[in-house]
């Protein structure tokens, strides 16, 4: 599966944004999905996962790191093809590189950026104040 992530751009502090992960060649709802952040010298961050569904579904076990909790949810589309990562409320510290990333049949369990096989080439976010 190829990812491409869009939707990154200037906000300010306390501001809504949605990023969009389109995948092509296989149907999304094969792969366990995730979103990661990463800032220059720093590891990717893990925030949040959503499990593969073998039926095909929008829906799905979530987990969710605790740095975003209750600001970041993330979502499916199946007939899109696309994973979202709606952030709220969003805050400097959240100015990063982020990147959503598939694992095939990946359990939203995996929170480690080794555990995913496919990445998107990363869109920027950046919260000023």
């Known amino acids: 599966v190829q990812l491409q992530a869009s939707g990154g751009g200037l906000v300010q502090a306390g501001d809504s944004l949605r990023l969009s992960c389109v995948a092509s060649?296989?149907?999304?709802?094969?792969?366990?999905v995730a979103w990661f952040r990463q800032t220059p010298g720093e590891e990717r961050e893990f925030l949040t996962s959503?499990?593969?569904?073998?039926?095909?579904?929008?829906?799905?076990?979530?987990n969710v790191a605790d740095s975003v909790k209750g600001r970041f949810t993330i979502s499916r589309d199946p007939a899109k093809n696309t994973v979202y990562l709606q952030m709220n409320s969003l805050k400097v510290e959240d100015t990063a590189l982020y990147y959503c990333?598939?694992?095939?049949?990946?359990?939203?369990?995996?929170?480690?950026?080794?555990?995913?096989?496919?990445w998107g080439q990363g869109t920027q976010v950046t919260v000023s104040s």
């Open positions: 990333a598939a694992s095939y049949r990946g359990t939203s369990s995996r929170t480690t950026a080794t555990e995913y096989e496919y």
């Open positions: 060649g296989h149907p999304i709802t094969l792969y366990g």
């Open positions: 959503l499990n593969w569904s073998n039926s095909g579904s929008s829906g799905g076990s979530t």
